[in-house]
């Protein structure tokens, strides 16, 4: 059987017609505001304010652009299961905080910032992509709480990857 073409890849939603989107995309200096996790058979997982880590249907998110890893089935079930595992996590908002200060302004990170953060069993969406992928490959050199959706986005471009959204489709088990 085929892995399912989205599972333990990253979707990445871009170009925001929402103020918090933009402001998102403005100050990440990118096109992207929010990365989700395939979990595959049409389900994502997303890490999202007020409701920590959820598992959603794909079909929430339309035209996603999504990460082109050529992973094993071994590989693409380890990423799943690590978002999975995640359902329920809070939502890192001191990230919202810090992408403004250390992303808008340039600051650098104090240390009993750093510290606090990553102590922090809380994340964001990007931070959710980082870890979930780290047992497979580094998609981030820093901390994962210092990533932002820009940051997996520039990732893809620096690959080559196709940029173009694909419209989302109501998942069809006969369909992978």
């Known amino acids: 059987?085929?892995?399912?073409?989205?599972?333990?890849?990253?979707?990445?939603?871009?170009?925001?017609?929402t103020g918090v989107a933009r402001a998102i995309e403005v100050v990440t200096r990118s096109h992207t505001h929010h990365v989700v996790v395939g979990l595959g058979e049409g389900l994502v997982a997303s890490a999202?304010?007020?409701?920590?880590?959820?598992?959603?249907?794909?079909?929430?998110?339309?035209?996603?652009?999504?990460?082109?890893f050529t992973w094993t089935e071994a590989e693409a079930e380890e990423i799943a299961f690590a978002a999975e595992v995640m359902e329920g996590t809070p939502y890192n908002y001191a990230a919202f905080a810090a992408m403004g200060a250390f992303g808008l302004f340039g600051?650098?990170?104090?240390?009993?910032?750093?510290?606090?953060?990553?102590?922090?069993?809380r994340v964001d969406c990007s931070e959710l992509v980082v870890e979930c992928f780290a047992d497979v490959t580094d998609l981030f050199s820093n901390p994962a709480w210092m990533a932002v959706p820009g940051d997996l986005e520039a990732y893809s471009i620096?690959?080559?990857?196709?940029?173009?959204?694909?419209?989302?489709?109501?998942?069809?088990?006969?369909?992978?």
Request: glycine content about 6%; cysteine-free; overall charge positive.
């Open 1 to 17: 059987m085929a892995i399912d073409p989205h599972k333990g890849q990253y979707g990445l939603r871009m170009n925001g017609q």
């Open 48 to 68: 999202e304010p007020w409701r920590g880590v959820v598992i959603r249907p794909e079909t929430d998110y339309p035209n996603l652009v999504w990460s082109r």
């Open 107 to 121: 600051y650098n990170v104090p240390s009993p910032v750093a510290k606090v953060m990553n102590a922090s069993r």
């Open 158 to 176: 620096a690959r080559g990857w196709d940029m173009t959204p694909e419209p989302t489709k109501p998942y069809e088990e006969s369909s992978v």
